[in-house]
């Protein structure tokens, strides 16, 4: 939950730095929805190159029942009575200041996972794995 937090507080104060004061909190929750998404996706190939089903198909109905369950899962955490406030007060009082690397390190390890998975898939479906 930490972890959640201190990304929020992140790309919160990203967005009100780029200049989207108005629409900082639900474009937050866009981004970690995305990116916790594209963890899932990691996770479904992971499972198709380790257990390699024959007829896997994945509906849209699922994926859009699966992304606003997360999305409301961040709604109630964050934006539910206006919580965020009190997390982004209490995260700009800290003396330790969490520098951006976590940030940066948390979409871009979801990108390199999917990346090096689907190479993978490809490498296992030419039979070379």
């Known amino acids: 939950m930490k972890l959640l937090k201190t990304l929020f507080c992140k790309f919160y104060l990203f967005q009100i ?21 594209l963890y899932l996706f990691d996770l479904l190939f992971f499972m198709s190159v380790l257990f390699n089903p024959l007829n896997f198909e994945l509906k849209p109905e699922i994926l859009i029942f699966v992304l606003s369950t997360i999305m409301g899962f961040y709604y109630y955490i964050f934006l539910y009575k206006a919580k965020y406030k009190s997390f982004v007060k209490e995260f700009k009082k800290k003396k330790e200041f969490v520098d951006s690397k976590i940030a940066i390190a948390f979409v871009g390890l979801a990108f390199l996972l999917y990346i090096s998975f689907i190479v993978l898939k490809i490498l296992q479906n030419s039979k070379k794995i």
């Open 17 to 37: 730095k780029v200049g989207n004061e108005d629409i900082a909190p639900f474009s937050t929750i866009l981004i970690l929805g995305g990116v916790t998404l």
